[in-house]
């Protein structure tokens, strides 16, 4: 049954505006180097969940040119479409396209959401892969015009329950595919640094609508550190 929250825990969010997108890409790679570099020297390893969308794919292709010990880093997904694994919808081909094909993270290091094999068999696959991690140490995010974040859209279940799994299995998305994969809001909650990129005009209703503190999924997002909301100029106006 789907479970719809009428209240959500307390995020605590801190804005950011950049005067455009490049400002805005430098500074969240910046972000990610030093969250990297605090991981490995706090425990030898870098867990980052990443996200797709066009902010990310710019971050990505940034990422291409950082130096960075690859063989440290531990790649995890937020969210998938289930389509096969080298459709060009697949964020884990963007990911592959833009960054990963092009450094020395090991291929062991990746772990793609197996959404090839349909909603459900894959939420039960990857919340099994993710037993093998604690808290991430670094969530990235996007923001729809809904106000969705990852696949977890309004009027769905987004997990913020204490008994939702790690992982959902996510059915008749208003975006296409409609069959989908999600990491859960408590489960992306469940990091060191959330930190997500917004841009454009098309995102300056979500935005406003999440600063009031309308009930959007963005919100459902409360790690204890809380989050960071990088935007561009024409996405805060």
Same mark, same amino acid.
Request: aromatic share 6%; charged share 25%.
């Given at each position: 049954?789907? &479970?719809?929250?009428? =209240?959500? @825990?307390?995020?605590?969010?801190?804005?950011?505006? /950049?005067? #455009? #997108?490049?400002?805005?890409?430098?500074?969240?790679?910046? +972000?990610?180097? =030093?969250?990297?570099?605090?991981?490995?020297?706090?425990?030898?390893?870098?867990?980052? %969940?990443?996200?797709?969308?066009?902010?990310?794919?710019?971050?990505?292709?940034?990422?291409?040119?950082?130096?960075?010990?690859?063989? &440290?880093? *531990?790649?995890?997904? +937020?969210? !998938?479409?289930? $389509?096969?694994?080298?459709? @060009? !919808?697949?964020?884990?081909?963007?990911?592959?396209?833009?960054?990963?094909?092009?450094?020395?993270?090991?291929?062991?290091? %990746?772990?793609?959401?197996?959404? !090839?094999?349909?909603?459900?068999?894959?939420?039960?696959?990857?919340?099994?892969?993710? &037993?093998? %991690?604690?808290? /991430?140490?670094?969530?990235?995010?996007?923001?729809?015009?809904? +106000?969705?974040?990852?696949?977890?859209?309004?009027? *769905?279940?987004?997990?913020?329950? #204490?008994?939702?799994?790690?992982?959902?299995?996510?059915?008749?998305?208003?975006? @296409?595919?409609?069959?989908?994969?999600?990491?859960?809001?408590?489960?992306?909650?469940? $990091?060191?640094?959330?930190? /997500?990129?917004? !841009?454009?005009?098309?995102?300056?209703?979500?935005?406003? $609508?999440?600063?009031?503190?309308?009930?959007?999924?963005?919100?459902?997002?409360?790690?204890?550190? +809380?989050? #960071? %909301?990088?935007?561009?100029? $024409?996405?805060?106006?």
């Amino acid at each position: 049954m789907t &479970r719809v929250p009428t =209240a959500l @825990p307390a995020q605590s969010a801190r804005w950011h505006v /950049f005067p #455009d #997108d490049a400002s805005l890409v430098a500074n969240a790679l910046a +972000g990610v180097m =030093a969250a990297s570099r605090d991981a490995i020297a706090q425990h030898g390893a870098f867990d980052i %969940v990443l996200a797709g969308g066009n902010t990310p794919r710019k971050l990505y292709r940034a990422l291409c040119r950082a130096g960075a010990d690859w063989s &440290r880093w *531990h790649i995890w997904f +937020g969210d !998938e479409r289930c $389509a096969p694994p080298d459709d @060009p !919808e697949r964020n884990s081909r963007m990911a592959r396209d833009e960054w990963l094909d092009h450094v020395a993270v090991s291929v062991g290091n %990746v772990h793609p959401i197996p959404a !090839e094999s349909g909603a459900r068999e894959a939420a039960t696959l990857y919340a099994r892969d993710l &037993r093998s %991690v604690d808290a /991430f140490d670094l969530v990235l995010l996007g923001l729809g015009e809904d +106000g969705h974040t990852a696949s977890l859209f309004p009027g *769905h279940d987004w997990g913020v329950h #204490d008994d939702s799994p790690d992982v959902l299995a996510v059915f008749d998305a208003p975006k @296409p595919p409609p069959e989908r994969v999600s990491l859960s809001a408590a489960r992306l909650s469940d $990091a060191r640094r959330v930190l /997500f990129l917004v !841009e454009g005009t098309g995102k300056r209703a979500a935005v406003a $609508a999440w600063k009031r503190g309308d009930t959007i999924p963005a919100a459902s997002i409360t790690p204890e550190s +809380g989050v #960071d %909301v990088l935007l561009d100029a $024409a996405a805060a106006a």
